[in-house]
């Protein structure tokens, strides 16, 4: 198992920015992919992007492209998730997960595909 845990979250205005972190712990963490999500009250949960255990690839969601960018540092254990250019329509919770393997696989952006999550933290961006 891998315990995962989210901070970061806050409320911005609209066109501002905001850096979440997801700490990871119980697993070697440059042998697991990890993700972001998001969930919108009373929607489904979201794929936001994804990077390999490398680090060396990135995937995201159409919505956040240009303006969201994944990293991580393995030697912290440590995901980032940069937002910039907020829009109201990001506000949500986000959540970071983690997949046992260090590739990225062709189902990346279905929560099924993750093995463990975190807890969330709170996104609001105003108008």
């Known amino acids: 198992q891998v315990q995962l845990v989210e901070s970061g979250g806050g409320s911005v205005q609209a066109g501002g920015s905001l850096r979440l972190s997801c700490a990871a712990s119980?697993?070697?963490?440059?042998?697991?992919?990890m993700g972001w999500f998001r969930q919108a009250p009373e929607k489904e949960r979201e794929f936001v992007g994804t990077?390999?255990?490398?680090?060396?690839?990135?995937y995201y969601a159409d919505s956040v492209k240009g303006r969201f960018t994944i990293s991580r540092d393995n030697a912290k254990n440590t995901m980032y998730l940069q937002m910039n250019s907020l829009k109201p329509e990001d506000t949500a919770v986000y959540y970071c997960?983690?997949?046992?393997?260090?590739?990225?696989?062709?189902?990346?952006?279905?929560?099924?595909?993750?093995?463990?999550w975190g807890q969330g933290t709170q996104v609001t961006v105003s108008s």
């Open positions: 119980g697993r070697t963490f440059s042998r697991t992919t």
């Open positions: 990077i390999s255990g490398s680090g060396s690839s990135t």
């Open positions: 997960a983690a997949r046992f393997s260090a590739y990225v696989a062709s189902d990346y952006s279905f929560p099924t595909a993750y093995n463990s």
